[in-house]
């Protein structure tokens, strides 16, 4: 049986948005490795920098997405995810989960990053625990799913298609639109931190990268020093001190 043929046999289950009760208690799945936060945080950190995340937006990693299918609370917990607004929360509470439709949009965009144990990003599983794809797909109905290996660099891109994830092509430069946060979504060689590998980018529609806070401080020593180097051909002293 294909999978086609297997989500059809299996009609979509009955699904609610309800609060998660107070002592519900979250799966504690931590990350295979620790890869896994700095390609997350990288993520977000270049759209920080760019003034890109509004107030109202929950940009997270690892964070339990809730829904009630047939009465069972399910809860999945992507590498990232991207929520263009959400209700605000009481001062001084802490977002524990989220759960679509009831506190906010349903997320625009879920990425998984592939460690060396494949974790289920590509199970259409229709019972419960249900596949993360599954989950993603169905359930939640998630615009863009992202499935990422940093170890060979690969990125496949599905955007929901009349409730079925269609698989999209990257432009000429291997990068990928994302409608929904208005931005090229791609794959960039180096190093960050104490990792030399393959990591996510944004890249703006006029195709300039979104730069990490390391990359500022360096193009804006970059510039100093060209400023400088200027002044001293005018015969201009200049205090490197400063």
């Not at 991207?82 to 605000?88: D, E, G, H, N, R």
Request: hydrophobic share 40%; aromatic share 12%; with cysteine.
């Amino acid at each position: 049986m294909t999978a086609m043929q297997l989500l059809q046999s299996n009609p979509l289950p009955t699904i609610t948005w309800e609060k998660l009760p107070d002592d519900f208690i979250l799966p504690d799945e931590p990350v295979d490795n620790n890869l896994q936060p700095l390609l997350a945080a990288a993520l977000r950190e270049s759209l920080e920098l760019a003034g890109l995340i509004l107030e109202s937006m929950l940009i997270a990693s690892n964070f339990g997405l809730c829904a009630t299918v047939k009465t069972q609370t399910v809860v999945k917990a992507p590498d990232w995810v991207y929520i263009p607004s959400v209700k605000p929360i009481a001062s001084g509470e802490i977002r524990r989960s989220y759960t679509p439709h009831l506190q906010g949009e349903i997320p625009a965009i879920v990425l998984e990053f592939i460690s060396e144990t494949e974790g289920g990003e590509y199970s259409i599983n229709p019972h419960y625990p249900y596949g993360k794809w599954y989950f993603y797909e169905q359930i939640l109905q998630v615009p863009v799913y992202g499935i990422f290996q940093p170890k060979t660099g690969e990125l496949e891109i599905y955007r929901l298609n009349q409730g079925r994830y269609e698989q999209q092509k990257p432009n000429e430069n291997n990068r990928y639109w994302i409608a929904e946060i208005n931005l090229f979504l791609g794959v960039w060689q180096g190093s960050k931190a104490e990792f030399t590998t393959n990591w996510l980018r944004w890249w703006d529609k006029s195709g300039n990268l979104l730069l990490w806070g390391s990359e500022l401080v360096e193009q804006e020593r970059q510039r100093a020093e060209r400023l400088a180097a200027k002044l001293r051909a005018l015969g201009v002293e200049v205090d490197d001190s400063v």
